[in-house]
T-cell receptor, first 111, second 114 residues
Framework: TQLLEQSPQFLSIQEGENLTVYCNSSSVFSSLQWYRQEPGEGPVLLVTVVTGGEVKKLKRLTFQFGDARKDSSLHITAAQPGDTGLYLCAGLASGTYKYIFGTGTRLKVLA | GAGVSQSPSNKVTEKGKDVELRCDPISGHTALYWYRQRLGQGLEFLIYFQGNSAPDKSGLPSDRFSAERTGESVSTLTIQRTQQEDSAVYLC????????????FGSGTQLSVL
């Protein structure tokens, strides 16, 4: 069974601080995605990384895919209250079209 | 509509009753996924469809759960003899195929089993 563990589970920080969320697995994934989910809504895709070692930047968010394609990180610079939400990583299981979601990181940014 | 639509948005049922949850994907999306999300947690894979076929049903928790899709469009997730542990948000997502690069999610059905 392929599992994706995220850490930390909860994170509460002040506006302007930096943070990193981790997504780890013992399995290799074809690609990895990050989603953000707000209360009462479905997750919304932020980014997809495909190549081992790949780094993508989306404004203040930086995403990295591990060299072995087993892990990923999301770094937010100068967090803002609008970044508050549940962050989920999702890996595309090798040889299938099944997306496995991580355990989630709930982020709260205080003004 | 332009997005994935799920109905009902909320469902309260009594233990032992059957429920049907509906998903209308984005038109033209051949891939359709069902996930379960317990309060404050990540998404648990249930099943996905490629067209009207379900190549992977491995996530269905028990034989009380079943899903079907017709016309490469609407999908229904049925839970028979509901139990309290079935209480959760059930999310549906659709995507273009080959490969499914971006999942578009509905807002989910909040199921409460009393």
């Amino acid at each position: 069974t392929q599992l994706l563990e995220q850490s930390p589970q909860f994170l509460s920080i002040q506006e302007g601080e930096n943070l990193t969320v981790y997504c780890n697995s013992s399995s290799v994934f074809s690609s990895l995605q990050w989603y953000r989910q707000e209360p009462g809504e479905g997750p919304v895709l932020l980014v997809t990384v495909v190549t081992g070692g790949e780094v993508k930047k989306l404004k203040r968010l930086t995403f990295q895919f591990g060299d072995a394609r087993k892990d990923s990180s999301l770094h937010i610079t100068a967090a803002q209250p609008g970044d508050t939400g549940l962050y989920l990583c999702a890996g595309l299981a090798s040889g299938t079209y099944k997306y496995i979601f991580g355990t989630g990181t709930r982020l709260k940014v205080l003004a | 509509g332009a997005g994935v639509s799920q109905s009902p948005s909320n469902k309260v049922t009594e233990k032992g009753k059957d429920v049907e949850l509906r998903c209308d994907p984005i038109s033209g999306h051949t891939a359709l996924y069902w996930y379960r999300q317990r309060l404050g947690q990540g998404l648990e894979f249930l099943i996905y469809f490629q067209g009207n076929s379900a190549p992977d049903k491995s996530g269905l928790p028990s034989d009380r759960f079943s899903a079907e899709r017709t016309g490469e469009s609407v999908s229904t997730l049925t839970i028979q003899r509901t139990q309290q542990e079935d209480s959760a948000v059930y999310l549906c997502a659709s995507s273009l195929w080959d490969p499914p690069e971006k999942l578009f999610f509905g807002s989910g059905t909040q199921l409460s089993v009393l």
